[in-house]
């Protein structure tokens, strides 16, 4: 609580009209219209985190890892679910690009978000926590074509916005990806189940063994729905085909269904000795699956380990559970081995840094020959979209659907796509977010009254770690997720991470430094030398959102005939961030004392022409 108080901008101590202050004075800083000297004037604003920017779904994270360090838990997921109806699943499964640029990494390192994900998700499950029910009725149907993250996502969104949807699944259960490509011991199906379940109970219509097998079933949903979103995912495995000649003719499996039969639990017997190929979370699925099943694996990647796309962490936890590791390398062909086996010729690799974005071309390394003996080989190097089944009837680019990138619309009016389907960008997270912006989309071409495509922020106009104030944040170590031993692991399938305590998932949230939130800590008004800056809820329009004066610094009024800058909040910001403070222009000279006390990014200088 701030003790400061200050004298109003007018009164006795005020210069009169004309009157010339003298050197020396006893009056207050008021009576020098410093705002003469400006050439800028600080802007109080909420502004993007970089863990905002870097989400693909659009989560305001600053905002429910606040609620998370004040014990309210509940309005934490609630805020959390207003883009990501499956915290549960992301909290286990997401490569958590918001912990890329996170500006605690100033002081030590990052903010444990993906694990405080996971605690808020478990949480909810656990307390029975139920989605916001859709507030209204559009009188529209949209179709969702795939049942997996961004099928799934968008019907969320769709349902919540006042529509109603049917999703179209071709499998006997929902979930794609989450189901039938993850492995338990990552992702239970349990979870997966529970965050369904809480999203059907919207009022969502699901048809299950219904794939949308042809072209005119395709125009049949167009004739008889609204609107239509394709989200089939990408289904068809890539595969190596000099490999499966000769001595590897059946031996050679794809990733996705050896995974999709450890799901199922009717992964055949392959032989004692495994090599995977490939170098992404997918191949580690492969690898620790196969190891759990007590096969010997090896992985051969052509990406060096600090470049491939695996998560680290997955990759240390594969070389803990006993997978050999061959990295910057490739399986250039296969023979038959002496004991009935295979015999696999691989050689060191570079690559080819000139290769067109998107494309690995391995250069052979001299002298870099070396063989490994398999039973069976199963290519772990992504899969494609099988887009057959519809025909010229949609603009394709590199055998991805053709979409508006802002929009998701393909090149059929009144339908959208998003997903792997569409995307490069093979995350569970990018599929969710996708789903997000095409519902929004699709409202928006059904002329719903309040849609907005929602943007994404870029990462040059997020507060940097140039702008935020390490000097008030403490030195603290980060909570770390608690995984099992790796020779517990082994015996099965069970989860291996376990989620945050609340005692830690409270300590974690407290190392969030809340970039561009302004937490009215009053540094910027305790701080002005001219007494520019003063505190108000109403100059912002903040409402109940702004404490008393015995919460913080006494609030005043502008005081009349004064001339004001106050900020509005940025569009999609959120109800509780400010700002809660105005300047006075013409005692505010500019200074930038208020930006370079604000420990959080959220006060900046704008230039003004006076």
């Not at 015995?550 to 004001?564: H, N, Q």
Request: one cysteine or more.
């Amino acid at each position: 609580m701030s003790e400061v108080t200050r004298r109003p901008a007018t009164g006795p101590a005020a210069a009169s009209p004309g009157e010339v202050p003298t050197i020396w004075t006893t009056g207050w800083t008021d009576i020098f219209n410093t705002g003469t000297w400006r050439a800028a004037t600080p802007i109080h604003e909420w502004r993007s985190s970089p863990c905002h920017t870097d989400c693909p779904i659009g989560n305001t994270i600053p905002g429910w890892i606040a609620n998370i360090r004040e014990g309210a838990y509940q309005e934490a997921w609630l805020a959390l679910v207003e883009t990501n109806p499956f915290p549960a699943v992301t909290g286990r499964v997401c490569h958590h690009p918001c912990e890329g640029h996170c500006n605690r990494e100033v002081i030590e390192t990052v903010v444990g978000i993906n694990g405080l994900e996971h605690f808020l998700g478990d949480r909810a499950l656990e307390e029975g926590w139920a989605l916001p029910a859709p507030v209204g009725s559009q009188g529209k149907r949209v179709a969702v074509v795939g049942g997996g993250p961004a099928g799934l996502s968008c019907a969320y969104h769709l349902r919540r916005l006042g529509y109603d949807v049917t999703v179209f699944e071709a499998r006997d259960e929902l979930g794609g990806l989450l189901r039938y490509g993850i492995p338990e011991y990552r992702l239970a199906a349990g979870v997966v189940d529970a965050e369904i379940a809480r999203l059907l109970d919207l009022g969502i219509e699901v048809r299950l063994g219904a794939p949308v097998a042809d072209a005119a079933e395709l125009e049949a949903l167009e004739a008889e729905y609204d609107a239509v979103f394709l989200g089939v995912g990408a289904q068809q495995a890539k595969m190596l085909a000099h490999l499966e000649d000769g001595a590897g003719a059946g031996r050679v499996l794809d990733g996705l269904e050896y995974l999709r039969r450890c799901t199922e639990g009717v992964a055949r017997d392959l032989g004692e000795r495994m090599t995977v190929i490939g170098g992404g979370s997918a191949a580690m699925d492969v690898a620790r699956s196969a190891r759990r099943l007590g096969h010997t694996v090896s992985v051969v990647a052509l990406e060096s380990r600090a470049t491939m796309p695996a998560q680290p962490e997955e990759i240390e936890q594969a070389l803990e559970e006993g997978v050999a590791l061959f990295d910057g390398a490739m399986v250039a062909a296969v023979e038959a081995g002496a004991d009935g086996g295979l015999m696999l010729n691989c050689v060191k690799v570079t690559l080819d840094l000139g290769a067109p974005a998107g494309e690995l071309r391995p250069v052979p390394v001299e002298g870099g020959e070396f063989a490994l003996a398999a039973d069976v080989i199963v290519t772990a190097i992504g899969q494609d979209p099988d887009l057959a089944a519809f025909g010229d009837g949609l603009a394709v680019e590199r055998a991805l659907l053709l979409t508006e990138p802002t929009t998701l619309a393909t090149s059929r009016a009144g339908v959208f796509a998003g997903g792997d389907v569409a995307s490069v960008d093979r995350f569970v997270s990018e599929a969710i977010g996708a789903g997000r912006r095409a519902a929004y989309s699709i409202a928006e071409y059904l002329n719903h009254p309040d849609a907005c495509i929602p943007e994404r922020p870029k990462l040059e106009d997020s507060v940097n770690r140039t702008e935020v104030n390490p000097f008030y944040f403490e030195t603290t170590e980060r909570r770390e997720r608690v995984v099992a031993p790796a020779a517990e692991r082994l015996t099965g399938f069970d989860e291996t991470i376990s989620a945050y305590s609340t005692e830690d998932a409270t300590a974690e949230a407290g190392r969030c430094m809340s970039c561009g939130f302004c937490v009215q800590c009053d540094n910027c008004f305790v701080f002005c030398p001219d007494m520019a800056v003063q505190k108000d809820a109403s100059a912002a329009g903040a409402e109940s959102a702004a404490p008393s004066a015995s919460e913080g610094a006494p609030a005043t009024a502008p005081p009349a005939g004064v001339r004001v800058t106050a900020a509005v909040p940025c569009v999609g910001a959120p109800p509780d961030s400010g700002p809660f403070y105005f300047v006075l222009d013409q005692y505010c000279k500019g200074c930038g004392l208020c930006v370079t006390e604000c420990p959080r990014g959220a006060v900046r200088l704008e230039q003004v022409n006076l």
